[in-house]
Structures are given as structure tokens and as C-alpha cells.
């Protein structure tokens, strides 16, 4: 309660801004659903919870079921926020509160509800002589833009990051390479929240030998070997997230020329499009520098995800950094950069850093090593 | 893909049946996108992947993205199913696979799509003269009862996860009063891992002392104490999901009149439950077994919660076991049984199993001790 009491005008502040935008659309009452963004709105955090927020010029409220009661009433400032219990249905609920309040527009965020559920709650607002319609992505508006508060934390989480990585480049080769996939990813997580960290911010993927040509590996009970070692992690703090990835190899005479040849260039992408990265470059046309820098060299096609994400309060957020956003980069943006050339049945090299967009260039999160690395 | 192909059989068997489930409901054209249910149906298993899978009278298609390609090709019967590759758009590649087929009917799984995307889906259909509309938990009706191979997993699930418990209650008292919550779930993680398990199904709720008031907790830092400990975890084993809760004491000086009593009355209640529980009752009725008995001895309010849920591929799936869910039990059905009662501030006790329904009784999948239980 302690923090979060510190920081109740940051929540009222970012309501605030909320209803400007919501003014400016001409929107009356919104309806939040996601809960990073009724934590972003309120400090309350119930991950998967299915808690409602409902956002109107006089009052807002949070709607949470009893699982969530006692944590949401000590999270949130209740002369702000009244803390209201539902029994079996959330938008039922919802609907009897919105009945209660002036305004005649009523919208909903569209991502987080189903077509059914649409239709379902649409009858119910209407029955109170309400209009509901769907909004994507205003919240997100918001959060795209990070405030000093958040940058504070995930920085820390890419501190912690940067120790946890450098506590498995300490494991002798040996070790390492007789360990499993998934005992190295459990053992990195230990490192992690011994450094302070809250836990994995996704499940890991450590992806060894061949293995690391599947962008999205899941990792299994083989062991690790002596070849290619592609480890894509990252950190909880305070509900912040980070996202590294590091290709190292266990052995260095398990190094091939095709793999050296496929990591400098990734590492030659990476290191153009970092140095790209400012205010003012649009996310397609930074995407576009690793992708040029790849196709030349003829792995075009083995590039297929996009150069990077945004990530804060979740892994995968507003800006795509991908060749169909024309989202302008700002400041105070915080983006992942990581370009992969990926070869089945061989391996693949993907190197991923987080940074700070800044007017004149950006920030590097990580000072994790990311030159061609063999462990000891 | 050694695994995959011996079990190609089971896919076809699953599929067919699924047609015929369509064919009553007079649906020629099936779009499936929930990641458990495309599994079920293919062998491919891309969590959170995007991926499409169209079930045709005639031909079925697997859309995948660059990620899932190499995975895709090698998990599926493409003898059976055709992968195709999408670049950006799911849902409009979608709509060209379907424009090429037959069917005027194409039917959608509601819960997967939200509101505004299915507005856009349908408008493309629509183009090749195609209806498109919303069908619920077709799969899932499906999926409630378990079949042989699926049983084998949760049970072995079960056991991974029984014995990484016994691995925890060999723990010293001394030892885990001083680890952090996160800590030890961590640790636990590790256990399931050596013992054959893939990991994690949830993210494990180990509440100490006062914090196990709080039904689904986040674990933290604080070191784990003397008092009460609310273990909450579950493990996956090729792909199939265990969940178990088990509230222990870590020093028995720390046990005092009121929490014995709330121990009690919870296993009382989920024993009566068990023996209850068999092939005919409906999930409402099970539910009220345990509800009533926490009611008559005076804490209904302090069980907040449904009595259970089905598991398999999901942590929580069909039947719900709660006081609004008529579902009548029927053999092969798994499902959890967790009554609680939770008291702010002053701490929580859960006890849950997971059973299999017969159709005389039902079977427990773990031999974890229940009884009052103090560490030494």
C-alpha cells in the first residue's frame, strides 16, 4: 500500500489526460477493460482478473470480483475510485452502474471484448437509453509516451537484466552445456529475482544447436551442447517488463562460417538501426534499415518478424516497429531493436536490445556484451 | 515430430468428430483460433501465435506466420492439413482461403475474435457471397470429456507435480521460513523440471502468513516466515496442465485456534465434495456440497469463489463448477475441487485436487497429503 500511496497523483493525473482525449472525441463514459491499462489508470493490478473500469466526467469505478476485493480496495485511492463487488457478470454490472450516470455515449475498449460480449452488453446500455460503440487503443495513447515514473522502472528491470545475463556467462562451458533448455531458463530466473526482480517477464526461450532457427522456440529437456545458445529473456519490476535476446556460443569450435557469417550481419543490422533510432524516424522506415542491411547480404527471407516492439507494462505494445507502422518515434518511447537471420535445421542468430528514444538518438538499456561470445 | 507422427491418428479422429458437430449445426465452414483448440485438433501448438485453422467439408488449412512456419510443417499431417503462410493480415488471408471453397456458411469461434475484428472479417466474407456468424465453445464440448492419451499426460502431470511437492515438505522449516515467496516458487519450478515436467502451468501463488487471504496473491520478496504458507502451483507435461493447492504450517508454534478451525472446515468440505463426486451430479449441486457446509459453520462470505474448474489444455476450462453451471458430470470429465475460506489480515486456507469423473465415484490424481501438515 505504502508505494502505491506515494504515487496516487500519478493515477489522477493520467485519468486526467484520459478524459481530455475522451472530451475530444466527444466521448462521455469509457468502459476499460485490459488490466495494464486499469492498472496504469488506477494502480490496481489483476492480471487476467476480469475487472472493469468505468471512466464518466463526475466519478469513476472499479468493478472487481471477490477473489480481487481486498487488493483493489487497498490499491486504489477510494475517494477517487469507488471499489465495487460482482457476483457472476462483470458487463451486467457494469450495465446497472452506467444506468446510474448522466452521460449518453458509452464506449468500450474493442480489443478486449468479444463479438457476443458486444452484442450482449450493447442490449443491456441500450436499455438504459445508452449508446455503446467500441474505441481501440486510447489508453495506449497514453501509455505509448513513458513518464519518468515508468522509465525509473524499466530501467531497473534492464539493470537487473544486464546482472542476470552476466551470472549465466559466469557458468563454465561444461556446466552449461550438459544443463537442459529449461533448467537454464529456471536457473536465470533465480539469478533474476535474487538481483530484485519479480520474476520472468514472458516464458524464456533458450533455444540451443538447430533449435534456435524457431523464432518462438519452446524450450525442452535436451541438453544444451556446445554449439549456438540463443537466450531471449527478461524481467519483472514493479510490473515493468524488459526484453533481451543474446546468441552466444557454448564451445567455441562448435563455431561454423555459415553461423559467423549470419551473426555479424545481424549484429552490423542491429548496430545501424541503433544508431538510427531518434525522434522524428518513422517505425517502417527504421524497420527498413535492418531489412535492407539483411536482404543485401541474401537472407531477406530468412528475416521474417518484424525489427521490434514497444514494452513496458507489456512485452508486446504500441509502437509495432515493424514495415506497415508509420508511427513517428518520439521521445520517451521505449522500443525493443532486434533483427534474427534464421536457417532451419542449421540455427539462428537473433540480438535484441531495449532503448529510449531521445530527440538526438537513444538510449541503450542493456550494457550486456553482444560481440561474437564463447563462454569459458 | 517422432511423437507428433505416431499420434496423427488421434488429430483425423478429433477432426471427424468435429464434423459431425458442424453437420448437425448445418456449419460448412469452420474458422478455429484459439491456440488450445488448433492443438487439439492439428498437433500444432503455437501459444498466442495468430494462427487460423479453417476446417472445410473437403480440405482443412493451418495459417501460420513466419515465426510458426518451420513448426507448423512439421507438427501437422499435411496429407490432412495445408500450411500456408500469412505476412501481415490473418484475418484477410483468411478470407481468401475461404473465398475458394464451396460453403456459404462459415462460422467463427466467438470467444476468439473481438467485436471490431469480426466486423471486418465478416465484411470481407461477405465479399465472396459467404455469411459469416459466431459459434461458442463447440470445441470445448468436445474437449470436456478426456480421452486416453489425454489422460495419460494429466496423470503423469499429477505425478510430476506430487512429487515436487514431497520435494518441497523435505524442505528444514528453518530453511524455507527465510527464502522469499518468489523464492521458493522458483525452486519449485526446479523440482518439475528434474522430475520430467516442462514447467510452470500458471504463474504459482506461494502466499505467506497473512497474504494467503488473498485467493489469486502475486507472489513477492518477503521471506516466507513461520506461519501459515498457501502453495498454489501446477505443472505441464507435453503440453497438458496440473494445478494443486495445498496450505501447510511451516512451524508449529505459529498454529492458532482460528486457522485450525478455517482448516478444518475446508477439508471437510472438499472431502464431502470428493465423495460426492461422480458421473450424474451437476456441477451447481457439487458446488453447493462444499458451500453449504462453509455456510453452516458461519464463513459463506469468506468463500468467494466457485468450488472448481475443468483442466487440460487450459488451466481453466470447461465445466465450471460453480453455483450458476448446470452441467451434468460425466466420466473422463477433469475437473479441480478448491474450496477456501479467506479472512483479511488474518490468512486463508485452500485445499484443491483434481479428479477424474467415474462413473461410480471419481478418481484423485494426487497422493499429496492433505491433513494439517507442519514442517520440520
Do not use: W
Not at 161 to 173: E, G, R, V
Not at 331 to 347: A, D, F, L, R, S
Request: with cysteine; hydrophobic share 40%.
Amino acid at each position: 500500500m505504502n508505494l502505491i500511496e506515494v504515487n496516487t497523483g500519478i493515477y489522477k493525473k493520467r485519468i486526467n489526460k484520459l478524459k481530455l482525449e475522451l472530451k475530444k472525441r466527444a466521448c462521455g463514459i469509457f468502459v476499460v477493460l485490459k488490466h495494464e491499462n486499469i492498472y496504469y489508470l488506477t494502480g490496481f493490478y489483476g492480471k487476467d482478473s476480469g475487472s472493469v473500469f468505468i471512466i464518466s466526467p463526475q466519478k469513476s469505478y472499479l468493478l472487481v470480483n471477490f477473489i480481487y476485493l481486498e487488493d483493489a480496495s487497498s490499491s486504489v485511492d477510494r475517494n477517487e475510485i469507488e471499489v465495487i463487488l460482482y457476483k457472476k457478470d462483470r458487463l451486467k454490472k457494469a450495465s446497472e452502474v452506467l444506468s446510474s450516470l448522466k452521460s449518453k455515449k458509452v464506449a468500450v475498449e474493442s480489443s478486449e471484448i468479444d463479438h457476443r460480449s458486444f452484442l450482449r452488453f450493447q442490449d443491456m446500455v441500450e436499455r438504459s437509453n445508452k449508446n455503446l460503440y467500441c474505441i481501440a487503443g486510447i489508453v495506449e495513447s497514453l501509455r505509448i509516451l513513458k513518464d519518468e515514473h515508468e522509465i525509473k522502472k524499466i530501467k531497473q528491470a534492464c539493470r537487473i537484466t544486464d546482472m542476470a545475463f552476466k551470472s549465466i556467462l559466469n557458468i563454465p562451458s561444461r556446466k552449461i552445456s550438459i544443463m537442459s533448455e529449461l533448467l537454464l531458463a529456471v536457473e536465470l530466473e533465480k539469478f533474476i529475482i535474487g538481483y530484485g526482480g519479480c520474476g520472468r517477464s514472458f516464458d524464456f526461450i533458450v533455444a540451443s544447436g538447430e533449435n534456435s532457427s524457431k523464432p518462438h522456440y519452446i524450450s525442452g529437456h535436451r541438453p544444451i551442447g556446445k554449439g549456438l545458445l540463443l537466450i531471449d529473456f527478461g524481467v519483472i519490476y514493479q510490473r515493468y517488463l524488459s526484453d533481451i535476446t543474446r546468441t552466444i556460443f557454448v564451445n567455441k569450435n562448435a563455431v561454423t562460417e555459415k553461423l559467423t557469417e549470419i551473426y555479424k550481419i545481424v549484429l552490423e543490422a542491429q548496430l545501424m538501426s541503433i544508431q538510427a533510432c531518434r525522434e522524428g524516424i518513422r517505425c517502417d522506415e527504421l524497420d527498413g534499415i535492418a531489412r535492407k542491411h539483411i536482404e543485401k547480404a541474401g537472407y531477406g527471407d530468412q528475416f521474417g518478424h518484424s525489427l521490434g516492439h514497444g514494452a513496458g507494462l507489456e512485452i508486446h505494445e504500441e509502437p509495432a516497429v515493424n514495415s506497415g507502422n508509420r508511427t513517428i518515434l518520439k521521445e520517451n518511447m521505449v522500443i525493443t531493436i532486434e533483427p534474427g537471420i534464421y536457417i532451419p535445421h542449421i540455427g539462428g542468430a537473433r540480438i535484441e536490445d531495449m532503448v529510449i528514444i531521445g530527440k538526438n538518438g537513444c538510449k541503450k538499456l542493456y550494457n550486456s556484451k553482444k560481440d561474437f561470445t564463447f563462454l569459458s
